[in-house]
């Protein structure tokens, strides 16, 4: 149940454009973890993608506050006709 919760709060946020796989496990001291992929448009820029990734955050922690760290994998979509894109849009990570 709480992966639905998350997947609704991270469908609701402004600026993601998609949602893939969300996945909520256990850590050791038994409180749960988020794992979510997000899905960007090409025209996003870095410091959207880390705007838009603090503001789920926050959205996620006011929903489910027992939460315990939010593991955020971005994806950005780079313009099928440009064949030489930026290498910052392939993977950009970060763990709250």
Do not use: H, K, W, Y
């Not at 997000?38 to 603090?54: E, M, R, Y």
């Not at 315990?68 to 064949?83: C, F, K, M, S, T």
Request: no cysteine.
């Amino acid at each position: 149940m709480l992966a639905s919760t998350i997947r609704e709060v991270l469908l609701a946020a402004p600026g993601v454009q998609s949602v893939g796989t969300v996945d909520v496990v256990t850590a050791a001291s038994g409180a749960p973890v988020v794992i979510a992929r997000l899905g960007f448009g090409p025209s996003t820029s870095v410091a959207d993608v880390v705007a838009i990734s603090g503001s789920v955050r926050a959205a996620i922690r006011t929903e489910a506050p027992e939460v315990v760290d939010i593991v955020l994998e971005p994806e950005i979509a780079a313009p099928r006709d440009d064949a030489n894109p930026p290498t910052d849009i392939f993977v950009i990570r970060g763990a709250d």
